[in-house]
């Protein structure tokens, strides 16, 4: 029973990671840049989000989460085990995920994301 208890726990866990990721595609599509919507969440400015902010994200997308649940999606995402989810780690987490990739190039556009064509 433990084993099927942990298998729905990680199913609950990527489902919240990308229920977060919906909320940065959003962000996306509306002409924001990947680094510009960490900014947003990273509500003290400094370079990372912390379980507090996550959980922010996540209530300005309308969904209230258990700090446990909360606590779980930071822990899947950070990937030096810090606590803490860095800009690097964010990007890897919602690229990885979410079907984002970076638009490559210079100039106006650059470093921003677009949501991945399978075609």
């Known amino acids: 029973r433990g084993a099927s ?70 822990r899947s995402m950070d990937q030096d085990g810090d606590g803490r989810v860095n800009y690097k780690e964010f990007c890897a987490g919602v690229e990885q995920y979410g079907g984002l990739r970076r638009r490559k190039g210079k100039g106006a556009g650059a470093g921003q994301v677009a949501a991945a064509s399978g075609g």
Request: charged share 35%.
């Open 5 to 74: 208890r942990s298998v729905a726990s990680e199913w609950v866990t990527e489902l919240r990671r990308t229920l977060l990721r919906c909320a940065v595609n959003r962000r996306v599509e509306a002409g924001m840049t990947l680094e510009q919507v960490f900014k947003e969440y990273d509500k003290d400015m400094d370079g990372d989000l912390d379980a507090r902010e996550i959980q922010a994200a996540f209530q300005s997308i309308g969904l209230e989460l258990k700090d446990a649940d909360v606590s779980n999606v930071v």
